[in-house]
């Protein structure tokens, strides 16, 4: 298992991207600034982070000093302007040794720090009294300083009621000059960190893009009014999208406004640092490196295998990728998991780099999801093959409704469906079994890259069978032969090393059961962006609806499947016929935006009895297929249901789709 913290060992090639921020940095003309680290939800936006840091940490600069903040972990509990202010306030106190006037200004700073987190609590304590309705009690007792500090005590966590007097004694003219107290603060922590020797402070913000919308604009506001001094860098990051979705609500009467957010963002970040998704060779090199990192490869020998991947990559513009040879040249005896992990990586890095859009946090977690199940089943006493594991994996990952129906085949003829060796057949891959013992009749090679074992069947070796061996289909069997035969995605899973067919794919599907039952670990699966999309795809506003849909094909195909796959279950699980009619629309206009998806939408009809399926699914089914290689399964559905004697009304409509099709013929 690996790990899903950041991390400040470089397995992405971000070297440039340091380079470019650590630039600014070091350019003292250019400060006061502020630097977005803009990438998608687990594109390694953190760990570049904390490269960055970890260099000023432990570089020579003692005049340069890195703060980190997460917002998103103050969210819950105080207002993140003043968290933000206090945080850096403190880290200076802990890092540097303060003189006389230092502290006086620490302390004057703090005060001020203190009396923001009481006004936020009066606000809070007022608007809570506003909406019990004794308002007008507060404001009469506005008057009395030690009751308005005692009833303010008993809702802000922290501060003593005398305190609270004390502060509103203190600083009530202050708190009643607004202008003056943003001047003064600004002033006074400007020479606190001259007076600290601090020539550059770089105050690290991470996870605002998981903060909510309020937070987002106090962190931005801190910075603006307060925080941002000559001596100041701030480097954020986030997902930009998200950031300016939040940073738009600061605007609600202009939401119609195109730009808005990006406009007011642009003003905030002078220097957006964006982080790319991984390619195919990044990916790969990625996992490689992932599988390489184990504990029997020591910290010396995996640092010289990290820097050769990264120069090879270098070198050839990410075209060389680290391979088995390179591996040996630094171990002498590669072990075998290592060589698997290496192999491995080759045959999944092209899928994942493009479904998952090069991105690494959610390839870490597929193969986390791997081991993890490889680890189970050996706890049991069970050996299973990690290269089959993959690729059903891929397959339950991507196109989850085939997922299922490939389950219920196989249980239902002892772990081997029979129906594989006919799609596989059609993918050339039958006779081409790499995880199986060689026969007398094979010859094993060792192929250049990582490793790989591949056996080529020579001409004595028979050659598979045509056709399945029964001739009469299940329907289970109809539905998969016909997505392995439309679906390109599906086709090309096929086309996967190893093939299937013939191997026992019970002990697999059983350390899978919890995505066969019910889809509960979709969501989890999803993206910050995926998770937001579901939301509004079923929010009750149609404007936010269509939005939604508008912007579905921006969603990796993991992201895309999930929200079907959650879209499913959800209409699988209510029994209101109302809901399930709007849920199976919502489906349908869907599918229209991601038509990666129609041949999973098909097999999910054909899954659902008759009796649930509202009326509005035999015209939609035919605008989505018309045209497409999945027109004909859909045709072969709206047959069936023409013929349904429970339904009578599905079967009409079914029946009237089929006569307007060959109309238009």
Not at 21 to 37: E, F, M, N, Q, Y
Not at 297 to 324: G, H, N, P, W
């Amino acid at each position: 298992m690996w790990s899903d913290n950041e991390t400040e060992i470089d397995l992405l090639d971000f070297t440039h991207l340091v380079a470019a921020v650590r630039s600014i940095l070091a350019d003292k003309s250019l400060h006061p600034a502020t630097i977005g680290i803009y990438g998608d939800w687990g594109s390694g936006k953190s760990s570049l982070m904390r490269m960055v840091r970890s260099e000023i940490e432990h570089g020579e600069d003692t005049k340069t000093m890195a703060i980190q903040f997460n917002g998103w972990l103050f969210e819950s509990y105080e207002n993140a302007k003043s968290a933000l202010m206090g945080t850096i306030l403190d880290e200076i106190v802990i890092k540097r040794k303060l003189g006389p006037k230092a502290k006086d200004l620490f302390l004057k700073l703090i005060r001020k720090v203190d009396l923001m987190q009481v006004s936020v609590g009066i606000g809070k304590y007022v608007a809570a009294h506003a909406v019990a309705g004794d308002l007008g009690l507060v404001l009469a007792a506005a008057s009395d300083v030690p009751a308005v500090a005692k009833a303010i005590a008993e809702h802000v966590k922290d501060i003593s009621a005398e305190d609270i007097e004390k502060l509103i004694k203190q600083n009530g003219s202050e708190r009643a000059d607004v202008r003056m107290a943003i001047r003064d603060f600004h002033h006074d922590f400007n020479d606190l960190l001259k007076e600290s020797g601090i020539e550059t402070l770089v105050v690290f913000i991470d996870d605002l893009d998981r903060c909510n919308p309020a937070t987002v604009i106090d962190i931005f506001e801190a910075i603006r009014l307060f925080l941002f001094v000559p001596n100041s860098v701030f480097v954020i990051a986030a997902d930009e999208d998200l950031i300016r979705y939040a940073v738009s609500t600061k605007f609600p009467g202009f939401q119609e406004r195109a730009g808005i957010g990006r406009d007011y963002l642009e003003k905030l970040i002078q220097y957006p640092v964006k982080v790319p998704p991984l390619a195919k060779s990044e990916i790969e090199n990625y996992i490689k490196l992932l599988f390489v990192n184990s504990p029997k490869v020591t910290k010396e020998q995996f640092e010289q295998i990290r820097t050769t991947a990264l120069q090879r990559a270098m070198s050839s513009f990410q075209i060389q990728c680290l391979d088995y040879e390179c591996v040996r040249d630094v171990m002498k005896e590669v072990p075998g998991e290592i060589i698997e992990g290496l192999t491995l990586a080759e045959t999944l890095a092209p899928i994942l780099a493009v479904s998952l859009s090069g991105n690494p946090r959610q390839t870490k977690r597929f193969l986390n999801t791997l081991r993890m199940r490889i680890e189970m089943a050996r706890a049991r006493g069970i050996a299973l093959n990690i290269r089959v594991l993959a690729k059903l994996m891929l397959l339950e990952y991507f196109k989850t409704e085939t997922f299922k129906l490939l389950a219920e085949i196989q249980a239902a003829q002892e772990g081997k469906p029979q129906v594989l060796e006919t799609l596989e057949q059609k993918r050339e891959l039958v006779g081409f079994k790499n995880d199986e013992p060689a026969s007398s009749g094979e010859v094993k090679s060792v192929g250049r890259s990582a490793g790989r074992q591949k056996e080529r069947v020579s001409e004595e070796t028979p050659k598979p069978k045509e056709t399945l061996n029964k001739t009469v289909l299940t329907e289970n069997e109809k539905t998969l032969l016909e997505a392995g035969q439309t679906d390109d995605w599906i086709k090309n899973w096929l086309s996967l090393e190893p093939a299937l067919s013939g191997i026992d794919l019970r002990s697999y599907f059983y350390f899978s059961r919890e995505n066969l039952s019910l889809n509960v670990t979709s969501v989890r699966r999803m993206s910050p962006e995926a998770q937001k999309m579901l939301t509004d795809l079923l929010h009750e506003s149609l404007v936010v609806r269509r939005q939604a849909l508008n912007t579905a094909m921006s969603l990796n195909l993991a992201d895309a499947n999930s929200i079907l796959s959650s879209l499913a279950e959800r209409f699988r699980k209510n029994a209101d016929p109302i809901i399930k009619e709007g849920v199976l629309k919502l489906m349908f206009d869907y599918v229209e935006k991601r038509k990666d998806n129609i041949s999973q939408m098909v097999i999910f009809l054909k899954g659902i009895p008759e009796t649930q399926i509202p009326l509005v699914a035999p015209v939609s089914l035919v605008g989505i297929t018309r045209g497409r290689e999945e027109e004909k399964s859909a045709d072969a559905l709206l047959e069936e249901w023409s013929k349904n004697k429970l339904n009578q009304n599905l079967a009409r409509a079914a029946s009237t789709e089929i006569a307007n099709k060959v109309k238009r013929k």
